[in-house]
């Protein structure tokens, strides 16, 4: 199973693992969580383990 990488920065020489979501779609959120919505980003050199999420707005500093 593949990593899911949507509405997302990933810095460079990031490792995403296998079944690791990062950021959403706008779509799936309504009202009030939609206009809070925003990217995902990873710094550099990050590693994202797997099954781990990241969510929107979410500012990844340090490997998960």
């Given at each position: 199973a593949g990593a899911i990488v949507e509405y997302a920065i990933v810095g460079e020489d990031c490792v995403i693992s296998e079944n690791a979501h990062?950021?959403?779609?706008?779509?799936?959120?309504?009202?009030?969580?939609r206009e809070n919505w925003g990217i995902?980003?990873?710094?550099?050199?990050?590693?994202?383990g797997k099954g781990m999420q990241v969510a929107p707005q979410q500012i990844l500093s340090e490997s998960i």
């Open positions: 990062i950021g959403r779609s706008p779509e799936e959120y309504e009202g009030e969580a995902a980003v990873t710094g550099h050199r990050i590693t994202v």
